[in-house]
């Protein structure tokens, strides 16, 4: 059997235990939610719904909400919903509404079970696989951990709940993908909003995107004019200067005009390396050499933090997304190396479908914001301008943790 293939069944499988762990987290809020709204039906009934209806649907949104940003993390992006109606009358109305509380109603009961199922294998896989270690230690008339129900006479009978571990691990690797497709299902049919909400969202998004890709290639045309003119520009008028003092010495000096030569040479060798690390900046020729695989193991070679590298992308994607994503990770071990203190980093780069997620996790001090100026306003921008995403979670004290999304074709 392909190494291949097994290490990318584990890791679907754990994906899906995280998956099924975050959409649990939900299905609670969406349950309790759900339970609140049953006074509130009640109160509908005996005519006080105009009371009551405007201050529940504050709480469904929210849950709502938080079920569009996992399914973001995860996934297609989902579009936020538009503001909530302002009367109990136009909240019956409003289709998105009514599709926010069939979801609570499913998510709430269904998602729940399933989530509770997923994070309930990898508990019996671990109970049963470990059971010999430890089935001295209970009564062997109440019969084995979680489902076992038979006697356990001695070591054969462990054993055997030994081997029902290994099943519900299968199951759990197998499963697991399956069970959080499920779990995940209602929310990317529900959630989503229709018809001309989405379309006038989606304009907006774009609209705003649009402003952001002006932004960056602005910024970026004015970041190589100032590298031109302050670096390469400064360098050919020097080299200008002294190869008219060369012309003169030859007729005055001539033991003068060769040390003016070298200092001319030397000039020129200056403004062809800065010129180089300009067309460098636009665009790496590593990537073209050496693919974004190698392109980013120079990167993580040359880092001052030692950097632990993972890419994972079978292929290759179009130039512009490549180019981002060596630009991602390039600003952000720049931002390590200068501002957190770290021991350690680790980037992750691999493709999904039609996505290519990178992840970058420092151990550092934490607290970045992109309001400090280190650059991270930029990688929202360069991300955005390709109609990406950028989440980026930096509590004080660390960890940080970087997550960029970029589409890719299929």
């Not at 009367?87 to 599709?99: G, K, N």
């Not at 029902?164 to 691990?169: D, N, P, S």
Request: proline share 5%.
């Amino acid at each position: 059997m392909d190494k291949r293939w097994i290490v990318g069944r584990m890791r679907g499988g754990v994906d899906a235990l995280k998956h099924l762990g975050g959409g649990l987290g939900t299905s609670l809020l969406a349950l309790a939610t759900l339970i609140g709204l049953v006074p509130v039906a009640l109160g509908c009934l005996l005519g006080l719904g105009r009371l009551l209806v405007p201050r529940a649907l504050p709480a469904v949104r929210f849950v709502a909400d938080r079920e569009r940003t996992r399914l973001t993390r995860w996934g297609p992006a989902i579009i936020g919903a538009p503001p909530l109606p302002a009367t109990a009358r136009e909240a019956l109305r409003d289709s998105t509404v009514r599709r926010e509380v069939a979801w609570l109603a499913v998510h709430g009961t269904l998602g729940f079970l399933l989530g509770v199922a997923g994070i309930s294998l990898p508990v019996y896989v671990i109970e049963d696989v470990t059971f010999p270690l430890w089935y001295r230690a209970i009564d062997a008339s109440v019969g084995g951990p979680g489902m076992i129900w038979w006697r356990i006479g001695g070591l054969a009978d462990a054993l055997g709940v030994l081997l029902v571990g290994v099943v519900c691990a299968v199951l759990a690797v197998t499963l697991g993908p399956s069970l959080a497709r499920l779990q995940a299902a209602p929310g990317r049919r529900l959630l989503p909003p229709t018809g001309d909400v989405d379309l006038a969202l989606r304009v907006a998004e774009l609209t705003a995107t649009r402003a952001g890709a002006l932004d960056a290639h602005a910024a970026e045309l004015r970041r190589i004019e100032r590298s031109l003119h302050d670096g390469t520009q400064n360098r050919l008028v020097a080299l200008n200067v002294l190869v008219g003092a060369a012309r003169r010495a030859l007729d005055r000096n001539p033991d003068a005009a060769a040390d003016i030569l070298d200092r001319a040479q030397d000039a020129a060798e200056l403004a062809l390396s800065e010129l180089r690390a300009v067309v460098r900046a636009i665009l790496p020729p590593v990537l073209d050499d050496r693919g974004l695989a190698g392109a980013l193991d120079g990167l993580a070679g040359t880092c001052a933090v030692p950097c632990r590298l993972e890419v994972d992308v079978p292929g290759r994607c179009a130039v512009s997304v490549e180019a981002t994503a060596y630009f991602v990770v390039a600003e952000a071990l720049t931002n390590v190396v200068k501002h957190s203190g770290a021991a350690e980093v680790s980037v992750t780069v691999r493709r999904d479908g039609d996505r290519l997620r990178v992840r970058i996790v420092d151990d550092g001090r934490g607290g970045a914001a992109e309001a400090d100026g280190t650059g991270l306003a930029g990688i929202r921008r360069r991300v955005e301008a390709y109609d990406g995403d950028f989440r980026l979670i930096s509590p004080a004290g660390g960890p940080t943790t970087m997550d960029v999304e970029l589409p890719c074709g299929s």
